[in-house]
């Protein structure tokens, strides 16, 4: 498995949860990360990317302020904070890594994708 995706589960609004995703070596080192969502019913849509050393991050503005990506490159792993998560972020999160650009947010731009792990946001 080259993206392992963990930590969803059932949060209820207002609360927090982490989504770690670690990843091997070769998809990990040196390049860009990001996570995405599907809702049932919808398309897959970006939520959060950093690059390499962490220095740039990007969201979508509906997760804007809320959720934060971080990464450790010694484990190679990211993560994802979900602080006030909202019934509407409800959707399985992806880790995405094999960027095509540093600024990456586009499903396209993304080579490799994890399983996915399912958030469920209850009110």
């Known amino acids: 498995v080259q993206l392992q995706a963990s930590g969803g589960g059932l949060v209820q609004a207002g609360g927090s949860l982490r989504l770690s995703c670690r990843a091997s070596?070769?998809?990990?080192?040196?390049?860009?990360m990001g996570w995405f969502r599907q809702a049932p019913g919808k398309e897959r849509e970006f939520v959060a990317a950093?690059?390499?050393?962490?220095?740039?991050?990007y969201y979508s503005d509906s997760v804007k302020g809320r959720f934060t990506i971080s990464r450790d490159n010694a484990k190679n792993t990211v993560y994802l904070q979900m602080n006030d998560p909202k019934p509407e972020d409800t959707a399985v999160y992806y880790c995405?890594?094999?960027?095509?650009?540093?600024?990456?947010?586009?499903?396209?731009?993304?080579?490799?994708w994890g399983q996915g792990t399912q958030v469920t946001v209850s009110s």
């Open positions: 995405a890594g094999g960027a095509t650009a540093y600024n990456a947010r586009a499903n396209s731009q993304f080579r490799y």
């Open positions: 950093i690059t390499w050393s962490g220095g740039s991050t």
């Open positions: 070596r070769s998809i990990f080192s040196g390049n860009p």
